[in-house]
């Protein structure tokens, strides 16, 4: 089956810990996607990317890092230099081209910071 | 970063009753989309709109592009129980999307 997954489901942190948050999809889709969404918020776009070794900074990237060494995956580093760290992250993928907008979501991973 | 605005912010139903909710930009699209979310969830997106004026459907689900470009409908007709979630629109604006606030459909037996 194709599909995005994200790992794990609940994560919990200690303040001042760096955490990496897994993507990993095999749609063979192009752009990647990293979210954040907080409660009864829409999605607020942090980065992407859209070709291996290359990333863009989205509308919140600070405090935020990512890498696109594979195709297939596209990790999410959330540092300690990020003040509200505690939210539900949400990654996604797409094609590139005419219908590169439809962006398919994976199951998310809840962030706890304490 | 921009957000579209999304109305009503809630909505609470009957089952069986029928379900408007709309989308309004400042930005004109040349896409949009709608996508429902369940709680704990990632968003699974339900159509896709392409051109002005189009109409789409997807089973009990009919969406529209705006003529303006500037705004999208999203009609349930006849909810049941699994309609409830929050749904999402979303404008295509040059390499990314930008997501509606949502709305919070409650269907009640």
């Known amino acids: 089956d194709g599909g995005i997954t994200q790992s794990p489901k609940y994560l919990f942190r200690k303040e001042g810990q760096n955490v990496t948050l897994s993507c990993e999809q095999n749609?063979?889709?192009?752009?990647m996607y990293w979210y954040r969404q907080d409660p009864g918020q829409g999605l607020r776009l942090i980065y992407y990317?859209?070709?291996?070794?290359?990333?863009q900074k989205g509308d919140i990237a600070e405090g935020y890092s990512v890498s696109r060494e594979k195709k297939e995956s596209f990790p999410l580093t959330v540092t300690s230099a990020q003040k509200n760290p505690t939210a539900f992250y949400l990654c996604?993928?797409?094609?590139?081209?005419?219908?590169?907008?439809?962006?398919?979501f994976g199951p998310g991973t809840r962030l706890t910071v304490t | 970063g921009q957000q579209l605005n999304q109305s009503p912010q809630s909505m609470f139903i009957q089952e069986g009753e029928d379900v408007s909710m709309n989308c309004t930009s400042s930005?004109?699209?040349?896409?949009w989309l709608w996508y429902k979310q369940d709680p704990g969830e990632g968003p699974v997106l339900l159509i896709a709109?392409?051109?002005?004026?189009e109409l789409t459907s997807n089973g009990r689900l009919t969406a529209q592009f705006g003529i303006t470009r500037k705004d999208s409908f999203l009609n349930i007709s006849a909810s049941i129980p699994s309609d409830v979630g929050i749904y999402f629109c979303?404008?295509?604006?040059?390499?990314?999307?930008?997501f509606g606030t949502g709305t919070r459909l409650q269907v009640f037996p």
């Open positions: 709109l392409y051109k002005a004026g």
């Open positions: 996604a993928s797409s094609r590139l081209g005419v219908d590169s907008y439809e962006q398919y």
């Open positions: 749609l063979n889709h192009d752009a």
């Open positions: 990317s859209q070709i291996v070794n290359d990333f």
């Open positions: 930005s004109i699209f040349n896409t």
């Open positions: 979303a404008g295509h604006n040059t390499d990314k999307l930008i």
